[in-house]
């Protein structure tokens, strides 16, 4: 229980490492008040901007707190608040503050004790094994990746991926109507000259291949274009950042939503783009390519 001179309210207590806890959290580079545990305070604690803000507290204030001891006995403290700080989940930050976990571990009665360490991946593509990896080195302890501990987070990630999937489905399909009617086109008033090549000795098989290298390689030009637009896009974008606060950057807090969006494409997105251009450009150029197969040199050198 936090209490001050103005309001009493519930809140998570964390006692952190200030030097790891920066580490992973960052939230050291969140404070927008006071300071990141810098200065010397008796019981210094790190207070989130909506919860100061409704119990009326700035950097120096006094601050009381009220929980348990080791012994399940109420212990109560005075702390001075070194810094405030907001993420991108204003509703997280009304319910949590940092202390010393030397202060806490203090007052509860405990000594040097530890009961949650964060790790934070380069990839975290590779948190499941490497969680594997944890539970076999120390099956006594619970090891948990991130989709274990929010799974609504893990629920969001795979919609939007799914999402993107239904949307990427519906270009390719967009990109595979437009190559169809293009090449189509295409065969339709060379019919002349393809039969003109085929009168003088140009077998079926070369003929298929000229069509499906000329359907790829009109693909490949507009895939190419496309790519280095969104190159030329995405890279200032993503150190810069998209402001979404003009479309209620307040609502995206309350959700858990940074307002701040940095879009990014790895190279191996180019490179499975690139490889879905070239699939469905030589699918959909199969179908006029056969059109031109079933043309008679004899007809087809007869129309103008």
């Keep these: 229980m936090l209490a001050t001179a103005n309001l009493t309210s519930g809140v998570q207590i964390i006692g952190i490492d200030p030097e790891t806890e920066n ?36 950097p120096g204030s006094r601050i009381v707190l009220t929980f348990q001891d080791i012994d399940n006995e109420l212990t109560s403290a ?26 806490i571990n203090e007052y509860i009665g405990y000594e040097n004790q530890v009961n949650a360490v964060h790790i934070l991946l380069d990839n975290h593509r590779l948190s499941a094994d490497f969680a594997n990896e944890l539970k076999k080195a120390f099956p006594r302890l619970e090891v948990r990746i991130w989709a274990e501990i929010a799974p609504e987070l893990a629920f969001l990630s795979e919609m939007s991926r799914f999402m993107m999937y239904i949307i990427l489905s519906i270009i390719l399909m967009a990109l595979a109507f437009g190559l169809l009617n293009t090449m189509l086109m295409s065969v339709f008033e060379r019919v002349k000259e393809l039969g003109m090549l085929m009168a003088i000795g140009m077998n079926k098989k070369k003929l298929f291949s000229m069509i499906m290298l ?91």
Excluded at 35 to 53: Q, S, T, V, W
Excluded at 80 to 85: D, K, S, Y
Excluded at 232 to 253: E, F, H, K, Q, W
């Design 78 to 103: 005075t702390f001075r608040v070194a810094g405030i700080f907001q993420t991108a989940n204003s509703m997280w930050d009304e319910h949590h503050i940092f202390l010393l976990h030397d202060n």
């Design 214 to 304: 000329e359907t790829v390689f009109l693909a490949l030009s507009g895939a190419a274009a496309g790519m280095l637009a969104t190159w030329a896009t995405v890279r200032p974008l993503s150190n810069r950042g998209m402001d979404l606060t003009i479309i209620g950057g307040d609502s995206l807090a309350d959700l858990g939503f940074d307002a701040i969006v940095h879009p990014q494409l790895d190279l191996a997105s180019y490179i499975g783009l690139t490889l879905l251009v070239i699939i469905c450009a030589v699918l959909t150029a199969i179908y006029p390519a056969m059109k031109a197969l079933r043309l008679q040199p004899a007809q087809a050198v007869k129309i103008d």
């Design 23 to 58: 580490k992973t959290s960052g939230i050291g580079e969140n404070i927008i008040e006071g300071h990141y545990f810098e200065e010397e305070l008796r019981n210094p604690l790190l207070i989130g901007k909506r919860l100061a803000d409704k119990v009326k507290a700035r």
